[in-house]
């Protein structure tokens, strides 16, 4: 079994940073891409940032330049630091992870709980 279990969310003031973490436990292998999303109210789901196991990052036009994902391998970990943040960043953010477990041969998506990222005008 897999668990992801994100942190980090909270209410903080335009032009304020905030840090999420996702960290991945349970019977695993490998974790190949770890994404985060987010979702506005009344809103579709919209992917913010990519990190593959190798390879270079990818980002939403709306976020480029203002947060960067990152991975600790070691701890199974994906993080999402957010700076110059803006009203309509606003949403509940998912981590989003592809694992392979043990006794299987390829990955599969498994998401966080979410986390509410409110910034205020």
């Known amino acids: 079994q897999v668990r992801l279990v994100e942190s980090g969310g909270g209410l903080v003031q335009t032009g304020g940073s905030l840090r999420l973490s996702c960290a991945a436990s349970?019977?695993?292998?490998?974790?190949?891409?770890m994404n985060w999303y987010r979702q506005a109210p009344g809103k579709q789901r919209e992917l913010v940032a990519t990190?593959?196991?190798?390879?270079?990052?990818d980002y939403a036009d709306s976020v480029k330049g203002r947060f960067t994902i990152s991975r600790d391998n070691a701890e199974n970990t994906v993080y999402l630091q957010m700076n110059s943040l803006k009203p309509e960043d606003t949403g509940v953010y998912y981590c989003?992870?592809?694992?392979?477990?043990?006794?299987?041969?390829?990955?599969?998506?498994?998401w966080g709980q979410g986390t509410q990222v409110t910034v205020s005008s």
């Open positions: 989003n992870v592809n694992i392979v477990r043990f006794g299987r041969q390829s990955g599969f998506d498994y």
């Open positions: 349970g019977s695993i292998v490998r974790i190949n891409a």
């Open positions: 990190i593959p196991s190798g390879g270079s990052t």
